[in-house]
Structure formats: C-alpha cells, structure tokens
C-alpha cells in the first residue's frame, strides 16, 4: 500500500543492485520494526500489566518475542504475503485492486472491498502513534545518562517531530541516500551491545524453545495473555516489508531480513533478557541500560535518528495510500506534489502532513510518556494484521488455489495468532487504544462516504445521460462548426458529458473537432505507455478517447493526449479547449445516503483539487459549465 521515502522506483531489480536494495530495505523498511527494542521489553515488564521480573517471565516473554517475529514476519509476511504482488507493488491497496481484478464480480468482492479499505483507514491510525511512540522513547533514553534531562524530554521530543514534517515539503531524496548505511550502522550496533551482554548469561539462548512460551502460560494464563499485547510490540512495522515490496523487490528485502535485520533483533532481546536476569530493576529502560555509561548519549542520538527515519517511513507511506485512495477513486482529488525529478515515488500532500503533525503533537502533549502511548499502540497494527490474514485466506483459496485443507490451515493458524494479539491489545482500548481505532473510524467514514457518494452521483447522472450515436446525427448538421479542438471530460465510458450538453444548449456551437475523453485508473500501479489509450472514431469529427494509467501514476492530460493518434491528427495545445462539468449536489426526495453523509460528500466535492489542477490542464484553456444532481 504505501510507497516510503528513499525507495527505488524501478521494479527491474537486477542482481547486481541486489546489496545496494538490501541496504536500501534496511533503511527504510525495517526502520519501525528496528526501533521496537526501545520499548517492546520495557512495556512487558513494566507497562499497564506489569510482570515479575524473574528467569520464568524473562524467558517466557523472549520465547514469545521470538515465536512472534518468526511466525508473523518471518513466515507470514517473507514466505507467503510477499507472494502476492500486484505488478511488483504491495500493500492493502494494491492488494485489494489485484483481488477485486482477478476475481471479478463475485461474493467476495463486497468483502474485499470493506478490509481493503479498513486496512488502509487503520493505517492512518498508525501513521500517526509511530513517530509519537518511536521519537519519545528514544529521547526519553535521556534520562538514563542524567536525571536532569528529565523536563527537557517533552520538548526536545516535539521540536523534533515539527522539524521531520516541516522538511517534508523538501522532499527526502537527499536525506533518504542516508537511511540505509544509518540503519545498519544502528542494527549492528543492536547486536553488539546485545552480544555484549548474552556472554554474561549464555543460557539465555535457550528462549528459542517454545516450551519457554508454554510454561509462562501454564504459569499464569491471565498474565501472559495480557503480556501479548506488549509483545506485539515487537513486530510493529512488519507491513512495511509488504508495502515498500515494489521499491526494494521481494528477494532484497527477505535478505535484509534473514540476514540482517532478524538476527540483530533477536541478539538484542535477548541482551535485555540477559541484562535483566542480572539487574530486574534495568526493566524501567532496558534498551539503553544494555550500554555502558560513556556510550549512553551516543546511543540516544543514534536510537533518535532511528527513530526519525522510522517515522519518516511511515509519513511518506501516508502520502502514498492517500494518492492511491484518490486515484482509485476512496478521496477526493488532493493536492499532490511531486518532490523529487527521479522518483516517481517521492511525493507530498500538504493536508496529510499538517494533519498528522497536529494530531503527533497533540499525542505526545496529552499521553505524555511513551508507556502510556505504548497503551494506545498496537490495536491498529494488530487490526492491520488480522484484515491481511482475512485477505490471504481469500488469495489462497480462490486466487492461487491452494489444496483446501492447506489454505484453510494456514489461515486458521494465523487468523488464531493474530486474533489472540488483537484481543490481547483491545484490553488496552480505554487506556489508550481508543484513539487509532477512532482515527479509522473517521478515515473509513471518509472513505466510504466518497466512494459510495460518487456512485450514486454517477448512477443519477447515467440515467439522464444521451446515447453519444444518438446525439451526433442530431447535432452534426444543426449547429455552426467553429475552428480548433474541444475536449469535454466524461467521468463515464457511456454517455454524452453534461458539459457538451450545456454548450450545445446555451452556445449552440461545436468545434471542427470534438473529444470525449474518459481517465480511467486500472487495478495496477503502473502500465506501459503502449496501449494507455484507446480511440473510437464516432464520425462527423466526433472521437471518444479512453486514457488508462496505474493507481500509483500521476495525469498529465495534455502530455497524454499528445501521444494519442486517430483522432483527426495531433493536438495542438494552443488551438484546444477543456470543457469541464462541475455538479452542484441537491438533496432528493428519496436520498441514496444519510443526509449527514449526503452533506459530507457535498463538503468534499467542493474542497476537492479542480481538475484543472489535477489532470494539468492549461489554465488559460478551460472552461467550466454547471449543473445541478440530485443525489
């Protein structure tokens, strides 16, 4: 689904590149997963649920951190999720378009529909805890070197988030060629601190037996369930492996995982264990008590950078599922600005960033603490979770078509891991946890509204809509024929656009050409130039013309319409005009909606980006003719 800063734009992955992607991958997407040492064992032990912090909690707690990386990202996401790209893309977005387009219409298709986008209105909710959660934690390693930075933690943790969404405008191409070698430097600097303290305690690698896991439940079954909701913690950002899949390729970023990134993880809890069996007390920040005190600033500097580039993983990934929401037609046209000339990928949207940023800062001054924030993290990450199990039981059984007994073991198995986390962290729901799952509710509204908004309106318009046949015989020797070319955008395949209609009507002119033009988005991210265009000649100089591009591409329409041919010659700019129809939203008698959501729609048509502004259009060229819908 999202597309990360200082990603790779190109899905040629040649081997060659195949340890510059690697890197690339561990900069960018392990950059949330990464930073879950700082707080995934300290939540275990003295979070909302505190545990004792002996030898049988310690390694049951590390049994299930272990199983839980192993099972979720190692298993769930490398070996089968990955699978599923939808052209090279990933992400809940692209994966909903690749199953809605390769099953069609069918008894799934409704279903789809609402987890795709569910998925992608919990991912806001994540969007905004991440750099909350991940750059407090890391500023609050201050007070392990000095008591004294305690009242500056608040401050210094904002400052800083303000700065990461003030430079989003800039672009992070430049920032971005510094993620990988940071990351790597930051992972082994994970390992080695945490093999520093696993030679204390040598045992401690015993943790990979799942008997650990099973004795804290026997132990205490209550406890342990309550403790999965810290454990998660762990595995925070592991559908970025999935979502950033297009950027780095499958092959380079399972690299980064197996070969990098998952040993170092596991060399550093399993450090803290280590630490903690010797020191209980160290429970209250373990990360950074791992290191001696000379090296403790370093390491709060190079855990805040971490930090920030996590965060900027997923505030460009926001800006990403938000321009493939508009382009397959879940928001209104945005205003959508491209940041780098290379990549494709690089873009900024304005209101998600000044929204984010107010609701980050609004975070970190009501929740205070990244414990208590820590409350309000993983309810969306774990409903996330589950919804892409949902979705991979669809892809094993009518997609791919898996053996049945197969493809409903593996998804039950899943869907139960999941389930326990997401049940573990809805205990968390009135400390916290309400507010992700608010946010999605929000964004979901958002979405669904639109959507449905937009098929009503479309549906209303169809049924007043002329047969285009019909209406050239009746124009083509009525009406004076003026020099040049007007092209009239149709939201519809069918039909004459009620802008044509209008100029008819009230001008009772035609140009010497005339273009009915039709963007339309596929359920693919990019397509080839060939073919993007498809010409129909309608006779008396009348064409239709159906532009495609991918729900990743930008529109340019007078850059496309330039490579378009059979339609009466080429187009010259200077002698074309775009006639663009703006509806005016009246209630009906029998409304398709809500009336509240009626009025929402409205609201959005009218601050939705014109589409002078989003298709390119030239300026001095447009004009724009009205009418009234009832919806």
């Given at each position: 689904?999202?597309?990360?800063?200082?990603?790779v734009?190109?899905?040629?992955?040649?081997?060659?590149?195949?340890?510059?992607?690697?890197?690339?991958?561990?900069?960018?997407?392990?950059?949330d997963?990464?930073?879950?040492?700082?707080?995934?064992?300290?939540?275990?032990?003295?979070?909302?649920?505190?545990?004792?912090?002996?030898?049988?909690?310690?390694?049951?707690?590390?049994?299930?951190?272990f199983?839980?990386?192993?099972?979720?990202?190692?298993?769930?996401?490398?070996?089968?999720?990955?699978r599923?790209?939808?052209?090279?893309?990933?992400?809940?977005?692209?994966?909903?378009?690749?199953?809605?387009?390769?099953l069609?219409?069918?008894?799934?298709?409704?279903?789809?529909?609402?987890?795709?986008?569910?998925?992608?209105?919990?991912?806001?909710?994540?969007?905004?805890?991440?750099?909350a959660?991940?750059?407090?934690?890391?500023?609050?390693?201050?007070?392990?070197?000095?008591?004294?930075?305690?009242?500056?933690?608040?401050?210094?943790?904002?400052?800083?988030l303000?700065?990461?969404?003030?430079?989003q405008?800039?672009?992070?191409?430049?920032?971005?060629a510094?993620?990988?070698?940071?990351?790597?430097?930051?992972?082994?600097?994970?390992?080695?601190?945490?093999?520093?303290n696993?030679?204390?305690?040598?045992?401690?690698?015993?943790?990979?037996?799942?008997?650990?896991?099973?004795?804290?439940?026997?132990?205490?079954?209550?406890?342990?369930?309550?403790?999965?909701g810290?454990?998660?913690?762990?595995?925070t950002?592991?559908?970025?492996?999935?979502?950033?899949?297009?950027?780095?390729?499958?092959?380079?970023?399972?690299?980064?995982?197996?070969?990098?990134?998952?040993?170092?993880?596991?060399?550093?809890?399993?450090?803290?264990?280590?630490?903690?069996?010797?020191?209980?007390?160290?429970?209250?920040?373990?990360?950074?008590l791992l290191?001696?005190?000379?090296?403790?600033?370093?390491?709060?500097?190079?855990a805040?950078?971490?930090?920030?580039?996590?965060?900027?993983?997923?505030i460009?990934?926001?800006?990403?599922?938000?321009?493939?929401?508009?382009?397959?037609?879940?928001?209104p046209?945005?205003?959508i600005?491209?940041?780098?000339?290379?990549?494709?990928?690089?873009?900024?949207?304005?209101?998600?960033?000044?929204?984010?940023?107010?609701?980050?800062?609004?975070?970190?001054?009501?929740?205070?603490s990244?414990?208590?924030?820590?409350a309000?993290?993983?309810?969306?990450?774990?409903?996330?979770?589950?919804?892409?199990?949902?979705?991979?039981?669809?892809?094993?059984?009518?997609?791919?078509?898996?053996?049945?007994?197969?493809?409903?073991?593996?998804?039950?198995?899943?869907?139960a891991?999941?389930?326990?986390?997401?049940?573990?962290?809805?205990?968390?729901?009135?400390?916290?946890?309400?507010?992700?799952?608010l946010?999605?509710?929000?964004?979901?509204?958002?979405l669904?509204?639109?959507?449905?908004?937009?098929?009503?309106?479309?549906?209303?318009?169809m049924?007043?809509a002329?047969?285009?046949?019909?209406?050239?015989?009746s124009?083509?020797?009525?009406?004076k024929?003026?020099?040049?070319?007007?092209i009239?955008?149709n939201?519809?395949?069918?039909?004459?656009?009620?802008?044509?209609?209008?100029n008819?009507?009230?001008?009772?002119?035609?140009?010497?050409?005339?273009?009915?033009?039709?963007?339309r988005?596929?359920?693919?991210?990019?397509?080839?130039?060939?073919?993007?265009?498809?010409?129909?000649?309608?006779?008396?100089?009348?064409?239709?013309?159906?532009?495609?591009?991918?729900?990743?591409?930008?529109?340019?329409?007078?850059?496309?319409?330039?490579?378009?041919?059979?339609?009466?010659?080429?187009?010259?700019?200077?002698?074309?005009?775009?006639?663009?129809?703006?509806?005016?939203?009246?209630?009906?008698?029998?409304?398709?909606?809500?009336?509240?959501?009626?009025?929402?729609?409205?609201?959005?048509?009218?601050?939705?980006?014109?589409?002078?502004?989003?298709?390119?259009?030239?300026?001095?060229?447009?004009?724009?003719?009205?009418?009234?819908?009832?919806?």
């Open positions: 689904m999202t597309d990360r800063a200082g990603g734009a190109s899905h040629g992955h040649s081997q060659e590149k195949l340890p510059l992607l690697a890197l690339g991958a561990l900069g960018v997407v392990f950059g997963i990464g930073t879950s040492p700082l707080y995934a064992l300290k939540e275990s032990f003295v979070g909302h649920h505190p545990l004792a912090v002996d030898p049988a909690h310690i390694y049951g707690v590390l049994s299930l951190v199983w839980t990386m192993t099972l979720i990202v190692t298993v769930k996401y490398v070996f089968i999720i990955m599923a790209d939808n052209h090279g893309e990933g992400g809940s977005m692209a994966l909903l378009a690749m199953i809605s387009r390769k069609g219409e069918s008894r799934w298709t409704p279903t789809i529909a609402i987890l795709g986008v569910l998925a992608a209105a919990l991912f806001y909710g994540d969007a905004i805890i991440t750099p959660v991940s750059v407090l934690s890391a500023v609050e390693g201050l007070e392990t070197v000095n008591d004294g930075f305690a009242p500056f933690v608040l401050p210094i943790a904002i400052i800083i303000i700065g990461l969404f003030v430079i405008k800039h672009g992070t191409a430049r920032v971005g510094l993620f990988g070698p940071v990351m790597a430097a930051y992972f082994l600097v994970l390992a080695a601190l945490g093999i520093l696993i030679l204390r305690h040598p045992g401690i690698v015993a943790i990979v037996n799942p008997m650990w896991a099973v004795h804290f439940f026997a132990l205490d079954a209550k406890l342990a369930f309550l403790a999965l810290s454990v998660v913690l762990a595995v950002g592991a559908e970025a492996l999935y979502a950033d899949m297009g950027h780095f390729g499958r092959k380079a970023i399972s690299i980064a995982w197996l070969y990098a990134a998952f040993p170092c993880l596991l060399l550093n809890y399993m450090g803290q264990g280590a630490l903690l069996l010797d020191l209980p007390e160290a429970a209250e920040n373990p990360f950074f290191a001696p005190d000379w090296a403790r600033l370093p390491l709060v500097i190079l805040t950078l971490a930090t920030v580039i996590a965060s900027q993983a997923v460009s990934g926001a800006f990403s599922v938000t321009q493939q929401a508009v382009q397959l037609g879940f928001l046209r945005l205003k600005a491209h940041t780098s000339a290379s990549a494709q990928g690089q873009i900024y949207v304005p209101l998600v960033n000044w929204a984010l940023l107010f609701l980050v800062v609004l975070l970190v001054l009501g929740f205070q990244s414990s208590n924030l820590a309000a993290y993983g309810i969306a990450v774990t409903g996330t979770m589950v919804i892409t199990t949902c979705m991979m039981g669809v892809l094993t059984f009518s997609v791919w078509r898996w053996n049945r007994l197969l493809a409903g073991a593996v998804t039950g198995l899943f869907l891991v999941d389930g326990a986390y997401f049940l573990s962290n809805a205990t968390k729901i009135p400390d916290g946890g309400w507010f992700p799952l946010v999605a509710a929000v964004v979901f509204l958002v669904t509204t639109w959507s449905t908004g937009r098929k009503i309106m479309n549906f209303y318009l049924e007043g002329m047969e285009v046949e019909l209406f050239v015989r124009v083509s020797g009525s009406l024929r003026v020099p040049g070319t007007a009239f955008l939201s519809r395949i069918e039909g004459v656009p009620p802008a044509l209609l209008h008819v009507k009230h001008n009772k002119i035609l140009h010497e050409r005339v273009i009915i033009l039709t963007v988005t596929e359920g693919v991210p990019h397509l080839p130039l060939a073919g993007r265009s498809e010409v129909t000649d309608l006779g008396e100089g009348f064409y239709r013309v159906v532009l495609r591009h991918g729900f990743m591409e930008e529109v340019d329409i007078p850059a496309a319409m330039k490579a378009v041919e059979g339609c009466g010659g080429p187009i010259a700019i200077s002698q074309t005009s775009y006639f663009l129809s703006r509806q005016t939203l009246i209630p009906s008698e029998k409304p398709g909606m809500a009336i509240w959501r009626e009025k929402l729609f409205a609201w959005m048509m009218r601050n939705a980006v014109t589409p002078m502004d989003f298709f390119k259009l030239p300026t001095n060229r447009v004009v724009e003719l009205g009418s009234q819908v009832e919806i």
